[in-house]
């Protein structure tokens, strides 16, 4: 059969979802000509996969988990809550779809499975699964840093005949779980969302915990009509506000106290007021050395532990229920009633630490202590996250080497977006950039905005291709490694190390800097891009440059 033609653009993007939505809209406002692939049937990416009953967002929350780019697109869209579903958050990017007419240059329902550059041609060619064929100069993989579903492989789950869902792939039709036994592996944030609804309904629910979490109160409420108005008022301000703090949300600076500047009494109190108030902004009024010192994480540990021993009426259970790492070293969680669900007569825990799962069979799950006969399997089990989605692609660079094998003992990049050996290549919070730990659409934004500059610089000076040095990536890695080890996030087991993926490089790869890693990529653009080598545009990339 004779293949397709190559379409040519400018730019290619993998992934409509927050990142690549603003890849588009950007690159084409500069004048460049885009086509994004994905491969959902509309935009969305994370917020279109993750359908599973009570998915909010679980960060600081609306009305500033949005773009800043439009302030139009600021004082038209009204938040409902501050921690907005996950339809409502699906309803506003498909407002930006329709706003700033993105579909006409998204391919939907289209894999991209092979990229590979091209050194002659400087340029990226893709192929797809559904036979297009495209190239471009630039490479832009917006391709989610909570996008590939980690499945677990337990003996015999592939026998069970029942319903199974992974929360991040869940079905577009409703899933009923009335009269039904129902049981969820997984107690991350998915799980956690997801059990007291899944609880209300099912006949019975068994959740097979194999580490117990610290969760904090949501503290979801409506956002009234004089509060959106206020914060449409104050929007420069605000944006302002957004842009200089560490998480990309409009807070004050971070707290400059230590947990031991305060009594015991004075200590409580302040987590109390806290814990009343619910919400993400617990974390980022905590005192500074929470995440630093051993001594003061453990106040607030003990502090949690307490409120969960308060919450759950039997002691087995509570203690079953009780986390022993270090507080917010795994991704912190926002609950709605998650303790108390384990008070219904109806739910059953498994501490799969003292009773392991053994297999599946077509009717049931069988752990050390006995079978569990199921109708429905759910797994929150997570994802391969921050860099599975970039292995899965595995896009070929110079050479025609892989990404795997450039990334086998470490995920080598510069500034979090560049990697040596696969020029004019772009990753949208990918590793060593500060990714899931800032305000994502923003911190998409500001990545893009930065990208979208390089670009411009690389075609006014007729460079054809630019990569970073090894030197410069391996300065990176000590930079990003550096930060993280001066706290306790590394010492425990989460998806932030990568070590709920069986063989990948452990270590932690995002950079928590926050607002400092702006600053660091602006100072790069500033001094003429140390770090990179640039090489000139050679003739034949040039009968097909923009
Ligand atoms: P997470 O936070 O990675 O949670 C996954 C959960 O599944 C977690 O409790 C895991 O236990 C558990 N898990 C994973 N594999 C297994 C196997 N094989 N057996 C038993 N239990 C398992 O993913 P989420 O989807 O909840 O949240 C991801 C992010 O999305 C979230 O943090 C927000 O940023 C949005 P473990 O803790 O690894 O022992």
């Given at each position: 059969?004779?293949?397709?033609?190559?379409?040519?653009?400018?730019?290619?993007?993998?992934?409509?979802?927050?990142?690549?939505?603003?890849?588009?809209?950007?690159?084409?406002?500069?004048?460049?000509?885009?086509?994004?692939?994905?491969?959902?049937?509309?935009?969305?990416?994370?917020?279109?996969?993750?359908?599973?009953?009570?998915?909010?967002?679980?960060?600081?929350?609306?009305?500033?988990?949005?773009?800043?780019?439009?302030?139009?697109?600021?004082?038209?869209?009204?938040?409902?809550?501050?921690?907005?579903?996950?339809?409502?958050?699906?309803?506003?990017?498909?407002?930006?779809?329709?706003?700033?007419?993105?579909?006409?240059?998204?391919?939907?329902?289209?894999?991209?499975?092979?990229?590979?550059?091209?050194?002659?041609?400087?340029?990226?060619?893709?192929?797809?699964?559904?036979?297009?064929?495209?190239?471009?100069?630039?490479?832009?993989?917006?391709?989610?840093?909570?996008?590939?579903?980690?499945?677990?492989?337990?003996?015999?789950?592939?026998?069970?005949?029942?319903?199974?869902?992974?929360?991040?792939?869940?079905?577009?039709?409703?899933?009923?779980?009335?009269?039904?036994?129902?049981?969820?592996?997984?107690?991350?944030?998915?799980?956690?969302?997801?059990?007291?609804?899944?609880?209300?309904?099912?006949?019975?629910?068994?959740?097979?915990?194999?580490?117990?979490?610290?969760?904090?109160?949501?503290?979801?409420?409506?956002?009234?009509?004089?509060?959106?108005?206020?914060?449409?008022?104050?929007?420069?301000?605000?944006?302002?506000?957004?842009?200089?703090?560490?998480?990309?949300?409009?807070?004050?600076?971070?707290p400059?106290r230590s947990a031991f500047d305060d009594t015991p009494e004075e200590r409580r109190a302040h987590y109390?007021a806290?814990?009343?108030?619910?919400?993400?902004?617990?974390?980022?009024?905590l005192y500074?050395d929470?995440?630093?010192?051993?001594?003061a994480?453990?106040t607030?540990?003990?502090?949690?532990?307490?409120?969960?021993?308060?919450?759950?009426?039997?002691?087995?259970?509570?203690?079953?229920?009780?986390?022993?790492?270090?507080?917010?070293?795994?991704?912190?969680?926002?609950?709605?009633?998650?303790?108390?669900?384990?008070?219904?007569?109806?739910?059953?825990?498994?501490?799969?630490?003292?009773?392991?799962?053994?297999?599946?069979?077509?009717?049931?799950?069988?752990?050390?202590?006995?079978?569990?006969?199921?109708?429905?399997?759910?797994?929150?089990?997570?994802?391969?996250?921050?860099?599975?989605?970039?292995?899965?692609?595995?896009?070929?660079?110079?050479?025609?080497?892989?990404?795997?094998?450039?990334?086998?003992?470490?995920?080598?990049?510069?500034?979090?977006?560049?990697?040596?050996?696969?020029?004019?290549?772009?990753?949208?919070?990918?590793?060593?950039?500060?990714?899931?730990?800032?305000?994502?659409?923003?911190?998409?934004?500001?990545?893009?905005?930065?990208?979208?500059?390089?670009?411009?610089?690389?075609?006014?000076?007729?460079?054809?291709?630019?990569?970073?040095?090894?030197?410069?990536?391996?300065?990176?890695?000590?930079?990003?490694?550096?930060?993280?080890?001066?706290?306790?996030?590394?010492?425990?087991?989460?998806?932030?190390?990568?070590?709920?993926?069986?063989?990948?490089?452990?270590?932690?790869?995002?950079?928590?800097?926050?607002?400092?890693?702006?600053?660091?990529?602006?100072?790069?653009?500033?001094?003429?891009?140390?770090?990179?080598?640039?090489?000139?545009?050679?003739?034949?990339?040039?009968?097909?440059?923009?």
């Amino acid at each position: 059969m004779p293949s397709e033609p190559v379409e040519e653009y400018d730019a290619i993007v993998i992934g409509a979802g927050v990142s690549g939505m603003y890849a588009l809209h950007h690159l084409r406002e500069m004048g460049l000509a885009v086509r994004v692939y994905d491969g959902a049937t509309d935009v969305g990416g994370t917020w279109w996969y993750n359908r599973y009953p009570g998915a909010r967002v679980d960060g600081p929350g609306s009305p500033f988990y949005c773009y800043a780019f439009s302030d139009e697109l600021m004082k038209e869209w009204d938040w409902a809550e501050t921690q907005s579903e996950q339809s409502a958050v699906l309803d506003y990017l498909e407002h930006v779809a329709d706003r700033f007419d993105l579909r006409r240059d998204i391919q939907f329902e289209t894999w991209v499975e092979d990229a590979r550059y091209d050194e002659a041609e400087q340029r990226w060619t893709v192929e797809t699964s559904t036979g297009v064929r495209a190239s471009a100069r630039f490479l832009i993989c917006a391709v989610g840093a909570l996008s590939t579903a980690n499945m677990p492989e337990i003996p015999g789950i592939h026998d069970f005949a029942g319903e199974c869902y992974h929360t991040g792939r869940w079905p577009h039709e409703p899933v009923s779980f009335e009269g039904k036994r129902v049981a969820v592996i997984g107690t991350g944030s998915s799980g956690i969302q997801s059990i007291p609804e899944i609880a209300k309904q099912a006949a019975h629910l068994t959740v097979l915990q194999r580490t117990p979490q610290f969760a904090f109160p949501a503290g979801n409420r409506p956002i009234t009509p004089a509060e959106m108005a206020e914060a449409r008022a104050n929007w420069d301000a605000l944006r302002e506000k957004m842009y200089a703090h560490g998480s990309g949300f409009p807070f004050d600076p971070y707290p400059a106290r230590s947990a031991f500047d305060d009594t015991p009494e004075e200590r409580r109190a302040h987590y109390e007021a806290l814990w009343q108030r619910g919400g993400f902004g617990f974390f980022l009024d905590l005192y500074s050395d929470i995440a630093i010192s051993e001594e003061a994480n453990a106040t607030l540990a003990d502090f949690v532990r307490e409120k969960i021993r308060e919450a759950v009426h039997d002691p087995e259970t509570a203690r079953k229920l009780m986390p022993d790492h270090f507080v917010i070293t795994k991704r912190p969680i926002l609950h709605d009633g998650y303790f108390e669900t384990f008070n219904r007569d109806n739910v059953a825990l498994v501490d799969l630490r003292e009773d392991p799962i053994e297999c599946f069979t077509k009717t049931s799950v069988i752990t050390a202590s006995g079978e569990h006969p199921i109708d429905m399997l759910v797994l929150a089990t997570g994802f391969d996250a921050i860099s599975g989605t970039m292995l899965r692609l595995d896009p070929k660079g110079r050479g025609g080497v892989p990404l795997h094998e450039r990334w086998a003992d470490r995920f080598h990049n510069y500034l979090g977006m560049t990697v040596s050996g696969f020029p004019n290549l772009f990753m949208i919070h990918g590793p060593g950039s500060p990714g899931v730990f800032y305000n994502m659409p923003l911190g998409a934004e500001r990545q893009l905005n930065w990208i979208g500059d390089f670009m411009h610089v690389l075609s006014e000076r007729g460079f054809g291709a630019v990569e970073p040095t090894p030197d410069a990536e391996d300065a990176w890695f000590d930079e990003v490694v550096g930060i993280a080890n001066a706290t306790l996030f590394p010492r425990t087991d989460s998806w932030w190390t990568g070590a709920n993926i069986e063989g990948k490089p452990r270590y932690f790869s995002a950079y928590l800097g926050g607002s400092i890693y702006y600053q660091r990529i602006a100072d790069v653009a500033g001094q003429d891009y140390p770090g990179f080598r640039f090489e000139p545009l050679q003739a034949s990339g040039d009968a097909k440059a923009s």
